[in-house]
T-cell receptor, first 114, second 111 residues
Framework: DGGITQSPKYLFRKEGQNVTLSCEQNLNHDAMYWYRQDPGQGLRLIYYSQIVNDFQKGDIAEGYSVSREKKESFPLTVTSAQKNPTAFYLC?????????????FGSGTQLSVL | QQQVKQSPQSLIVQKGGISIINCAYENTAFDYFPWYQQFPGKGPALLIAIRPDVSEKKEGRFTISFNKSAKQFSLHIMDSQPGDSATYFCAASYNNNDMRFGAGTRLTVKP
């Protein structure tokens, strides 16, 4: 079954703690993305990567970090610097990251603050 | 800043009716306009998309109407079914790394 797997489905963060959200894809896609979804708002881009060992900031990168050591994996770390981390986080991929490509999304991770 | 404005925020339609969701954009450089469908607890999935060189695209019960001069596009769902109940997002981009999403419309189709 090809697709994008995000884990965990639910995650709780204590104040001052860093947490890491996992995203794995077996679609052999070059490009991967992280979006944040808040109620009543559209998806906002956090980070994207078009190639291994390279990534770019999106609109709301502050308080987040990523790595792209393998083509299949694009983990997102929510650091303690992100003061309002409660949101639904979506990982996506596309074939090359070129214009007009279909985005494939995972099922998301709901992050909440304890 | 929001470059794609979507309305209404929520919509209730009777089974068999027509659901209409509207979007307006600001950046004339946008040249790709997809619609995504999202069920609760799931990621969005591409429903249908249009390029600005056509005014309408139809796939089954779903139709996108596009008005380039007005910088508006809309999704029409004909013969709406309870299984269509979901949140719908319009989006616009000129490259995938700069895709702008609307705020979403929660559609409820009543039996």
């Amino acid at each position: 079954d090809g697709g994008i797997t995000q884990s965990p489905k639910y995650l709780f963060r204590k104040e001052g703690q860093n947490v890491t959200l996992s995203c794995e894809q077996n679609l052999n896609h070059d490009a991967m993305y992280w979006y944040r979804q808040d109620p009543g708002q559209g998806l906002r881009l956090i980070y994207y990567s078009q190639i291994v060992n390279d990534f770019q900031k999106g609109d709301i990168a502050e308080g987040y970090s990523v790595s792209r050591e393998k083509k299949e994996s694009f983990p997102l770390t929510v650091t303690s610097a992100q003061k309002n981390p409660t949101a639904f986080y979506l990982c996506a991929s596309s074939l090359r990251g070129a214009a007009n490509e279909k985005l494939f999304f995972g099922s998301g991770t709901q992050l909440s603050v304890l | 800043q929001q470059q794609v404005k979507q309305s209404p925020q929520s919509l209730i339609v009777q089974k068999g009716g027509i659901s209409i969701i509207n979007c307006a954009y600001e950046n004339t450089a946008f040249d790709y306009f997809p619609w995504y469908q999202q069920f609760p607890g799931k990621g969005p999935a591409l429903l249908i998309a249009i390029r600005p060189d056509v005014s309408e695209k139809k796939e089954g019960r779903f139709t996108i109407s596009f008005n380039k001069s007005a910088k508006q596009f809309s999704l029409h769902i004909m013969d709406s079914q309870p299984g269509d109940s979901a949140t719908y997002f319009c989006a616009a981009s000129y490259n995938n790394n700069d895709m702008r999403f609307g705020a979403g419309t929660r559609l409820t189709v009543k039996p």
